[in-house]
């Protein structure tokens, strides 16, 4: 056999051993797609449709038929995964990197347009001169009265570099007002305020873990304490309804506080790549100060990353109501047409394989979040005040009397009767609270068959409602500090606000130092 006959012959095996190697493999993979349930299930759904579309006589409204069998996908999954379409993916992108664009305002929906609750310092909007309080009742053209408040907050947002005119109602003195405001990238504020109380600890309000959050912290703590260690006795990290954000800047807050090679968190996903230790990697650079942390049940995600590695390495003490209990790592995936998916990648754990979320278990709120180690009932979260804010009685009460409320001593005289004042003017217009208590004694009211019981159950009702108005004097001290956090912020800004009421004052704050006092 010559030379060029062997590389022939060996050229003809090599060719139909490799077409019997890439049929085998082929037939293989054939073999793990049907028994792929996911494609087997999707399939068949397919061709149902085709058959339907084929045969059935009468019209089917195959975007509502499609929306249904989507939302049956994400219905077995845990209630943090679903669907997302492109202009809700592009805003969770946008949060995520840091920022939005806009004018810098924070409103909610209002029967006259959008109500201003906060405006961003040095932002477009405060540059303009809208103020809190204010009213933006059209934008260009466009009357926001009536319209929702996700249509009119579209409205107001729009592209970074164009301009809208806003027409700006302001209650406080009647006038309405028009401004030229061009739209611009608004950074997220992480860090609201950050200083030394006169007892020497330091607070910080963290109010997320976007893109740069950790940036921010460390900022402010270097320039509060590493370069002042002797006069700071503690450290109070407020993350009360943080509701998260990046699992990195959950990890880099953390590491912060930690020695090198200490043990941050853990992620348990369903591929090695989903599942990963992470470790501390530097020698803490900020001096070892008693930490606590406060806490709420809004603070979730990589707030409770934050926590419970803290408490778990016993860095830290955590002050407040359990957390939220979202012990889940989201993943975004952009679809061809620009809709995404937000799904669960993993669980995360910390020092001792402790879940807040146990593998296998769909149900996200299943599992206890992190348990405080010194417990407060916030009167924030309370039926009653809850009600006052969402009636904004508080917000323009505070507003209507900014420079009175500023200019007012802190006596116990002076909160009686302010907060007086604002129970009579919450009263007088949309405020109704009403608790459990007297709902059940209308109810019996309603029901009652007899005279007599008719007449025991209206004193009953009446009773309860004198109950339910006594809460102005309950929690008269939160009361007096938040219409003066709300009127130094409408005048001064956010800091000022912080610094002269909120930071000072507050309870839980005072509460998270002396249960560092007591540790210690």
Do not use: C
């Not at 204010?134 to 592209?159: F, M, P, Q, Y």
């Amino acid at each position: 056999m010559s030379q060029n006959q062997y590389f022939e012959k060996k050229s003809i095996i090599l060719t139909v051993l490799f077409l019997a190697l890439t049929i085998s493999i082929a037939g293989g993979m054939a073999v793990i797609v049907i028994s792929d349930p996911a494609v087997k299930y999707s399939q068949s759904l397919f061709r149902a449709a085709k058959i339907i579309r084929d045969v059935y006589p009468d019209r089917v409204n195959w975007q509502s038929a499609m929306l249904s069998a989507r939302q049956a996908i994400f219905d077995q999954l845990d209630p943090f995964s679903s669907y997302i379409d492109k202009e809700q993916l592009d805003q969770f992108v946008d949060e995520l990197s840091g920022g939005y664009h806009g004018i810098g305002v924070l409103v909610t929906a209002e029967k006259r347009g959008l109500l201003i609750i906060s405006v961003r310092e040095n932002g477009p909007a405060a540059v303009a001169g809208i103020l809190n309080g204010d009213i933006i009742t059209k934008v260009d053209s466009i009357t926001l009265g009536g319209l929702s408040s996700t249509a009119s907050i579209k409205i107001v947002k729009g592209e970074e570099g164009t301009t809208i005119t806003a027409k700006i109602l302001r209650p406080a003195t009647g006038d309405t007002l028009q401004f030229e405001i061009e739209r611009k990238r608004i950074d997220f504020l992480h860090v609201p305020y950050a200083g030394i109380r006169p007892d020497s600890f330091v607070y910080v309000r963290l109010l997320d873990f976007n893109a740069g959050a950790t940036d921010d912290l460390k900022a402010a703590l270097d320039s509060l304490i590493k370069n002042n260690p002797q006069a700071v006795k503690g450290l109070i990290l407020d993350l009360r309804d943080n509701p998260g954000g990046l699992f990195e800047e959950a990890r880099k807050t953390v590491d912060l506080f930690l020695e090198k090679n200490e043990f941050i968190v853990g992620s348990f996903g369903k591929s090695r790549w989903e599942s990963e230790e992470y470790y501390a990697s530097k020698e803490i650079d900020l001096p070892e100060l008693p930490l606590a942390i406060l806490v709420n049940g809004a603070s979730a995600s990589s707030s409770e990353i934050v926590a419970g590695a803290l408490k778990y390495s016993g860095k830290a003490i955590i002050v407040g109501d359990t957390t939220f209990g979202k012990g889940l790592v989201q993943g975004y995936f952009r679809l061809s047409d620009g809709d995404g998916l937000r799904l669960t990648i993993s669980r995360y754990y910390f020092e001792g394989r402790k879940f807040i979320n146990s593998p296998g278990r769909a149900d996200a709120k299943s599992d206890r979040g992190i348990i405080p180690d010194s417990y407060i009932e916030y009167i924030e979260k309370s039926a009653f005040y809850n009600e006052l804010e969402r009636s904004l009685a508080l917000f323009r009460f505070a507003h209507k009397y900014q420079d009175e409320i500023i200019g007012a001593d802190n006596s116990s005289e002076t909160r009686d009767i302010w907060v007086a004042r604002l129970q009579e003017f919450a009263l007088a217009g949309n405020f109704d609270f009403e608790s459990k208590t007297t709902e059940i004694a209308k109810y019996l009211e309603s029901q009652a068959e007899t005279k007599n019981m008719k007449s025991v159950a209206a004193v009953l009702t009446e009773n309860s409602r004198l109950a339910d108005e006594l809460y102005f004097k309950k929690f008269a001290d939160f009361i007096w500090l938040r219409l003066r956090q709300q009127s130094l912020e409408r005048k001064f800004g956010v800091y000022r606000s912080y610094k002269e009421a909120f930071a000072s004052e507050y309870e839980p704050i005072q509460v998270a130092i002396q249960a560092l006092k007591k540790r210690n």
